[in-house]
């Protein structure tokens, strides 16, 4: 009874401490967002669909533009995220994977801090959660509308759209079963913007008026790189259905959600149907259709984030909360005719990072040249929360690059690899980048293949300059390279 009084004590002053001297974290996470998609980072889509709540994390925090993720697919990202390891050593590689829900995770040291620990919202991992007091999440994929949430083991009905009503849920945690004692470590985490591309009721008719403009890749033809591209299954021409846009009823919608539904997308898919559209014409339709739905999806996305930065604010918690956007990878929003991701190429390749974490980072702040990743998420959530380094985490912290202080050792090569092998067409690849220049290796037996991108000249990766002479010292340089850091993370292929 001396020796649990003793650990009961040591613990509450522990706690207390946490509580003093670290802050909140408060880690909002989407899926398939493209930084294209976020007016923060520029492009055409800025003005026609601003991000003003997203962009104040950015305008208040630090923006990166080279964070890179190690495999992008939901799953295996969520899954690095939450352990610091690449997919091979955390067991996830590919969305059909269970994760092994008793490894140690970045929620469990953060917990050993004396923090108070939540997750709510997407989760997709098959595994039910560990390493929190609290979770909510979602089945799968989960729906847009009417989502049905695991609340610690037992299932609880909503009745809304899914990305209110996981804002709803992260409020009602923080305001009637947060701990006020500890700091909090929650993870806020949409579905929103993933497809099928579901808009709340609100936003249908916005951007009706508007004729979004085409990627400049829109009608790529892959003539630059291996065959490895062109036999894609991810073509906005012909792999992306219209049912994948002929949104309609289904049994997830109240009578009330089908009668707006119905009677804002039936004219149009009839309109559609009617028009019987062909080649370039059909791909331009599916382009403006999607891309809309997509857009109204994050603009749900970006209002919601809009409630939770505000309830800090009137909570008088802003200043002492470290708030990080991300999203699991990027997306093709029409880049080379595509939807999805999985590709090393850039657009899925690079995720948003933003944070804000007052006192610490710089105000408006932009990192455009530490490569940084996914991988090192873990490792910054327990550095905040006072933990030092775990050797068994192959990332690095983010806090002294937050500082402004990037150490001289910093990584400056960045290692990717993927496994789903067929999604979307999509073959098995690994490769690396140094942010200027990309090695990309497609070891099946049918391609054997290697494409080499200069970034600087060809940023968007129409050609392939692999066995050019010309970068006959780089391409080897990155060879070497991408041998060293398979040996250093421990890679089987």
């Given at each position: ?8 004590l040591?613990?509450?002053a ?82 059909g994977?269970t ?44 729906q847009?509308?009417n ?81 490895a ?9 012909d792999?992306?259905?219209d ?47 999607y ?93 905040i ?58 070891p ?20 392939s ?29």
């Amino acid at each position: 009874m001396k020796f649990l009084s003793a650990a009961s004590l040591f613990l509450f002053a522990f706690s207390a401490a946490a509580e003093q001297t670290h802050p909140n974290i408060l880690f909002l996470f989407t899926d398939d967002h493209a930084t294209q998609a976020i007016s923060a980072y520029g492009g055409p889509l800025a003005k026609i669909a601003p991000t003003p709540n997203l962009d104040r994390i950015a305008e208040e925090g630090m923006l990166f533009k080279k964070c890179y993720v190690t495999n992008s697919i939901c799953g295996p990202s969520r899954a690095v995220v939450l352990t610091g390891k690449y997919s091979h050593l955390n067991g996830f590689r590919s969305n059909g994977d269970t994760f092994d829900g008793s490894q140690m995770t970045a929620p469990k040291w953060v917990w050993k801090a004396g923090y108070e620990t939540a997750i709510i919202g997407k989760w997709h991992l098959k595994s039910e959660p560990t390493g929190f007091d609290h979770f909510e999440v979602l089945k799968g994929q989960g729906q847009y509308y009417n989502p049905g949430l695991n609340t610690n083991g037992e299932t609880v009905r909503h009745t809304g759209y899914t990305t209110d009503i996981i804002t709803d849920r992260t409020i009602d945690w923080l305001e009637t079963k947060w701990d006020k004692d500890k700091p909090f470590f929650l993870m806020s985490q949409h579905k929103a913007p993933h497809g099928r591309w579901e808009p709340a009721l609100r936003h249908l008719e916005w951007l009706d008026d508007v004729e979004v403009p085409e990627p400049p890749t829109l009608f790529d033809d892959y003539s630059g790189r291996t065959k490895a591209a062109s036999q894609h299954k991810m073509g906005i021409a012909d792999h992306m259905g219209d049912h994948r846009l002929m949104l309609k009823y289904s049994s997830k919608h109240t009578p009330e959600q089908f009668k707006i539904f119905d009677g804002y997308f039936r004219p149009r898919n009839e309109a559609f149907l009617k028009a019987d559209l062909r080649g370039k014409e059909r791909t331009k339709w599916h382009y403006q259709r999607y891309i809309k739905n997509y857009l109204r999806c994050v603009r749900s996305v970006d209002e919601n984030v809009g409630r939770l930065l505000k309830w800090l604010d009137d909570n008088d918690l802003a200043e002492n909360t470290v708030v990080i956007y991300s999203s699991d990878q990027g997306f093709y929003l029409g880049e080379h005719g595509w939807f999805d991701k999985r590709w090393m190429y850039e657009e899925s390749f690079r995720t948003p990072l933003m944070v804000r974490w007052p006192g610490t980072v710089e105000p408006g702040s932009v990192n455009d040249t530490d490569l940084v990743s996914n991988l090192d998420f873990a490792q910054t959530f327990i550095d905040i929360a006072g933990i030092s380094d775990q050797k068994n985490m192959q990332g690095r912290s983010l806090v002294p690059v937050l500082e402004g202080n990037t150490p001289a050792d910093w990584r400056k090569t960045h290692y990717y690899h993927y496994y789903e092998a067929g999604g979307h067409g999509v073959p098995v690849h690994f490769g690396v980048t140094d942010g200027r220049y990309k090695l990309i290796r497609f070891p099946d037996p049918k391609l054997d293949a290697w494409e080499f991108y200069d970034l600087e000249n060809d940023p968007q990766e129409l050609e392939s300059v692999y066995g050019d002479e010309t970068y006959a010292d780089e391409q080897t340089r990155l060879k070497l390279e991408l041998a060293r850091l398979q040996e250093k993370f421990k890679v089987d292929e």
